[in-house]
């Protein structure tokens, strides 16, 4: 069987000769759309960073930018999956409105009932309520899509209207507050960070799994003898992989806790403070945390799983993955169940970040998940897009924000430039589609 | 031919409406093991339509489905190939942004012993039955829809007989192929067949058909105007058929044939 492969002369058109800089990018496997998305972050990051006159690449914005992406860099990935099969869902921010309250009544009003204040079970009740009624809400969503056929558009439109009224039926527009105190830890600042030492840790754990998931790679396809990766390639990458990601935790490690927190801080724990202070680095934020594990999961579910396959054939062609067997409905119904409890968790970071439940939370938050995932590369005409892509898009939307208002940008020309750049990117990357075809 | 036992598959009586139109009306058609039965008939004929209420992806108004002698309940394709009824459809049905490997195994992923997909063990697959079906194809990096017409077609051929098919329906299979290919498709046929796989093969090739086909069933309006033994009929006979729906001496009638007038 293998002779008459390699025999036979390749059925291929004539290749173009390739410069250096292509033959870099073969060897490597680099996608190159993603590398153009995070030239353009950096180039953004720039640009704010010398119109704010130096205060935009610091330690302390980018460590505020991290956590405030979070939520919407949770649910994009998500969407990403709802887009690809070519559904929408614009309930998501309404979700996150009615999940928040239900998370804030439950762990403020209800346990308190039945259980002490402070009890550890608190926080893990109400945020398993939380994800449990996001999933439930995805699965009506989803079954009304999948099986009764109605647009996925009308369903989360509908949906949209119907849990935001929901969301203040639930205390009749009352805020809910304070949330518990180990449930807020989900929301970042300083208590809610791992610290220097943890992060460290965390950075190298993260560049051993990125080693191992190279050398396996690589293992699978000796298995085979398929072509390799040059090795230096391998090194390249690994080493650029590894680098970005301690250089990530040594900036969440060079942003140290506010002088007051540090002062508490000592007196409780009967520190006397040195003379220049005490230095208490930040560390990675547990909403960051929480996203970056939602990102790698829903990585993997996309592309190493069944179901993601599934998800990707029935963008590519729905009649083709019914015809070999795929049972498209529950598919489609799954992607909603997931983009519901994604939502749910969304809504447990932001209620915890802002140490309240309130019904205007999420509002519009649908659109900013979307144009992260369309930012990201998401096709709107299904079948292609990533989860990283998507994660990287949120950052992105949230670095313009952020930016702007450094520069004290009014809000109304921030939309303004919001918009522009979603219509250019979809535009820019309509062109480089056009190209790769 | 030897005709041991029941046969492979008999589809008895089979009707399908759409709106108003009778895609297929009242056929019956049967195929024995190590048998190529070819069905024929103009364009709309209803050929593709009873193909695909065997494959599983349309539910039949009327009529029974055996399998082995044996009444079988067909409601969607994975029943159908749960009876070993692998089909290559006329659409080809695959999935344009996924790779050959992955429309070769689509529903039928092979998995790791973690429950993880095992891309290098599809692909290794895919390079094999693919190395057999067009030996130059190398492009099994890039998704499907970046490929030529007839490079498509070898992926929907290579899927259908990488699963041990015991009954395969080919929807004109070699439509987009050019002439090496298709006779490999020839070639193809003959090795399944003789592997004791029975073959509906749809085509519009009539010289095709004498060539591989051990009976034709001929199609009109969505009736069935005749079945044939190849070696009963001529090739004009079987125009006259598919044209006007004259049934042969040689041929058993069916429900569409023209009936003559007594003269
Ligand atoms: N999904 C459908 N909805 C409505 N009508 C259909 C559908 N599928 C087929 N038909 C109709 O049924 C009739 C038979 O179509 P079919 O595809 O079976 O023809 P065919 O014999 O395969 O023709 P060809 O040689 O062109 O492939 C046609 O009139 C067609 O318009
Ligand atoms: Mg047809």
Same mark, same amino acid.
């Given at each position: 069987?293998?002779?008459?492969?390699?025999?036979?002369?390749?059925?291929?058109?004539?290749?173009?000769?390739?410069?250096?800089?292509?033959?870099?990018?073969?060897?490597?496997?680099?996608?190159?759309?993603?590398?153009?998305?995070?030239?353009?972050?950096?180039?953004?990051?720039?640009?704010?960073?010398?119109?704010?006159?130096?205060?935009?690449?610091?330690?302390?914005?980018?460590?505020?930018?991290?956590?405030?992406?979070?939520?919407?860099?949770?649910?994009?990935?998500?969407?990403?999956?709802?887009?690809?099969?070519?559904?929408?869902?614009?309930?998501?921010?309404?979700?996150?409105?009615?999940?928040?309250?239900?998370?804030?009544?439950?762990?403020?009003?209800?346990?308190?009932?039945?259980?002490?204040?402070?009890?550890?079970?608190?926080?893990?009740?109400?945020?398993?309520?939380?994800?449990?009624?996001?999933?439930?809400?995805?699965?009506?969503?989803?079954?009304?899509?999948?099986?009764?056929?109605?647009?996925?558009?009308?369903?989360?439109?509908?949906?949209?209207?119907?849990?935001?009224?929901?969301?203040?039926?639930?205390?009749?527009?009352?805020?809910?507050?304070?949330?518990?105190?180990?449930?807020?830890?989900?929301?970042?600042?300083?208590?809610?960070?791992?610290?220097?030492?943890?992060?460290?840790?965390?950075?190298?754990?993260?560049?051993?799994?990125?080693?191992?998931?190279?050398?396996?790679?690589?293992?699978?396809?000796?298995?085979?003898?398929?072509?390799?990766?040059?090795?230096?390639?391998?090194?390249?990458?690994?080493?650029?992989?590894?680098?970005?990601?301690?250089?990530?935790?040594?900036?969440?490690?060079?942003?140290?806790?506010?002088?007051?927190?540090?002062?508490?801080?000592?007196?409780?724990?009967?520190?006397?403070?040195?003379?220049?202070?005490?230095?208490?680095?930040?560390?990675?934020?547990?909403?960051?945390?929480?996203?970056?594990?939602?990102?790698?999961?829903?990585?993997?579910?996309?592309?190493?799983?069944?179901?993601?396959?599934?998800?990707?054939?029935?963008?590519?062609?729905?009649?083709?993955?019914?015809?070999?067997?795929?049972?498209?409905?529950?598919?489609?119904?799954?992607?909603?169940?997931?983009?519901?409890?994604?939502?749910?968790?969304?809504?447990?970071?932001?209620?915890?970040?802002?140490?309240?439940?309130?019904?205007?939370?999420?509002?519009?938050?649908?659109?900013?998940?979307?144009?992260?995932?369309?930012?990201?590369?998401?096709?709107?005409?299904?079948?292609?897009?990533?989860?990283?892509?998507?994660?990287?898009?949120?950052?992105?939307?949230?670095?313009?924000?952020?930016?702007?208002?450094?520069?004290?940008?009014?809000?109304?020309?921030?939309?303004?430039?919001?918009?522009?750049?979603?219509?250019?990117?979809?535009?820019?990357?309509?062109?480089?589609?056009?190209?790769?075809? | 031919?030897?005709?041991?036992?029941?046969?492979?598959?008999?589809?008895?009586?089979?009707?399908?409406?759409?709106?108003?139109?009778?895609?297929?009306?009242?056929?019956?058609?049967?195929?024995?093991?190590?048998? !190529? /039965?070819? @069905?024929? *008939?103009?364009?709309?004929?209803?050929?593709?339509?009873?193909?695909? $209420? +065997?494959?599983? =992806?349309?539910?039949?108004?009327?009529?029974?489905?055996?399998?082995?002698?044996?009444?079988?309940?067909?409601?969607?394709?994975?029943?159908?190939?749960?009876?070993?009824?692998?089909?290559?459809?006329?659409?080809?049905?695959?999935?344009?942004?996924?790779?050959?490997?992955?429309?070769?195994?689509?529903?039928?992923?092979?998995?790791?012993?973690?429950?993880?997909?095992?891309?290098?063990?599809?692909?290794?697959?895919?390079?094999?039955?693919?190395?057999?079906?067009?030996?130059?194809?190398?492009?099994?990096?890039?998704? !499907? /829809?970046? @490929?030529? *017409?007839?490079?498509?077609?070898?992926?929907?051929?290579?899927?259908? $007989? +990488?699963?041990? =098919?015991?009954?395969?329906?080919?929807?004109?299979?070699?439509?987009?192929?050019?002439?090496?290919?298709?006779?490999?498709?020839?070639?193809?046929?003959?090795?399944?067949?003789?592997?004791?796989?029975?073959?509906?093969?749809?085509?519009?090739?009539?010289?095709?058909?004498?060539?591989?086909?051990?009976?034709?069933?001929?199609?009109?309006?969505?009736?069935?105007?005749?079945?044939?033994?190849?070696?009963?009929?001529?090739?004009?006979?079987?125009?006259?058929?598919?044209?006007?729906?004259?049934?042969?001496?040689?041929?058993?009638?069916?429900?569409?044939?023209?009936?003559?007038?007594?003269?």
């Amino acid at each position: 069987m293998s002779d008459a492969t390699s025999t036979a002369p390749a059925d291929r058109a004539r290749s173009n000769e390739l410069g250096p800089v292509a033959r870099f990018l073969k060897a490597t496997e680099l996608d190159t759309r993603m590398l153009g998305m995070i030239a353009a972050l950096l180039i953004i990051w720039l640009g704010f960073h010398i119109f704010s006159n130096g205060l935009f690449l610091t330690p302390r914005n980018l460590w505020n930018l991290s956590v405030q992406s979070s939520s919407v860099a949770v649910m994009a990935t998500g969407m990403v999956l709802v887009i690809v099969t070519r559904n929408i869902d614009l309930s998501v921010g309404s979700v996150l409105g009615f999940v928040g309250m239900i998370i804030g009544v439950t762990q403020a009003e209800i346990l308190p009932r039945y259980l002490d204040f402070g009890h550890p079970a608190i926080w893990v009740i109400a945020l398993i309520v939380g994800i449990l009624i996001g999933v439930i809400i995805g699965a009506l969503q989803g079954y009304v899509i999948a099986f009764l056929g109605v647009p996925a558009f009308i369903v989360t439109l509908g949906g949209l209207l119907v849990l935001r009224g929901a969301a203040w039926w639930v205390t009749s527009g009352r805020t809910v507050a304070p949330m518990d105190e180990t449930f807020r830890l989900m929301g970042g600042g300083p208590a809610g960070s791992i610290g220097a030492t943890a992060s460290w840790i965390v950075g190298i754990i993260a560049c051993l799994a990125v080693v191992l998931m190279l050398f396996n790679g690589r293992r699978q396809r000796k298995r085979f003898r398929f072509p390799l990766r040059p090795v230096w390639a391998e090194f390249f990458l690994g080493g650029i992989a590894c680098a970005f990601i301690m250089g990530a935790v040594w900036i969440a490690n060079s942003y140290p806790w506010p002088i007051g927190i540090v002062r508490n801080y000592a007196r409780d724990n009967n520190i006397t403070l040195p003379e220049g202070g005490l230095f208490i680095a930040h560390g990675i934020a547990i909403p960051v945390l929480i996203a970056i594990g939602v990102g790698v999961i829903m990585s993997f579910v996309s592309t190493r799983t069944r179901f993601g396959r599934y998800v990707f054939a029935i963008g590519g062609n729905p009649e083709a993955a019914a015809l070999a067997g795929i049972n498209t409905r529950w598919v489609t119904m799954k992607i909603f169940m997931l983009m519901g409890g994604l939502a749910a968790i969304g809504a447990a970071i932001s209620t915890a970040r802002l140490n309240a439940a309130t019904n205007a939370q999420g509002t519009l938050d649908e659109l900013l998940v979307i144009a992260a995932a369309v930012i990201g590369g998401t096709s709107l005409a299904g079948g292609a897009g990533t989860v990283a892509g998507a994660m990287i898009g949120a950052v992105l939307m949230q670095s313009l924000s952020t930016g702007m208002i450094l520069l004290g940008v009014d809000t109304p020309l921030q939309n303004i430039v919001v918009g522009l750049v979603l219509v250019i990117a979809v535009w820019l990357d309509t062109l480089y589609r056009k190209r790769m075809q | 031919m030897e005709r041991k036992g029941p046969p492979l598959v008999e589809l008895k009586n089979i009707s399908i409406a759409f709106g108003g139109i009778r895609a297929v009306d009242d056929a019956s058609v049967d195929l024995y093991p190590g048998e !190529v /039965v070819a @069905l024929l *008939g103009h364009n709309g004929a209803g050929k593709s339509t009873l193909i695909k $209420i +065997l494959s599983g =992806a349309y539910k039949r108004d009327a009529g029974e489905i055996r399998v082995n002698g044996e009444e079988a309940t067909i409601a969607n394709p994975r029943d159908a190939k749960a009876y070993g009824i692998e089909t290559i459809y006329q659409t080809l049905a695959l999935a344009d942004n996924v790779d050959a490997a992955a429309n070769l195994f689509l529903g039928r992923e092979l998995v790791t012993a973690w429950g993880t997909l095992d891309d290098v063990a599809m692909e290794d697959q895919a390079r094999k039955v693919m190395g057999r079906l067009n030996p130059r194809f190398v492009r099994f990096k890039e998704p !499907v /829809v970046k @490929l030529s *017409g007839g490079q498509r077609q070898s992926v929907a051929i290579a899927r259908a $007989i +990488l699963f041990n =098919a015991r009954i395969l329906i080919m929807d004109e299979p070699t439509a987009a192929l050019g002439p090496q290919e298709t006779a490999q498709v020839g070639e193809l046929v003959k090795q399944l067949k003789a592997d004791g796989i029975g073959i509906f093969l749809i085509s519009h090739d009539i010289h095709d058909v004498f060539d591989l086909a051990d009976r034709v069933c001929v199609m009109k309006n969505g009736q069935v105007v005749g079945t044939a033994r190849t070696e009963d009929v001529t090739k004009d006979e079987v125009l006259g058929m598919i044209i006007l729906g004259k049934c042969p001496p040689g041929a058993t009638p069916g429900p569409g044939a023209m009936v003559v007038a007594a003269a």
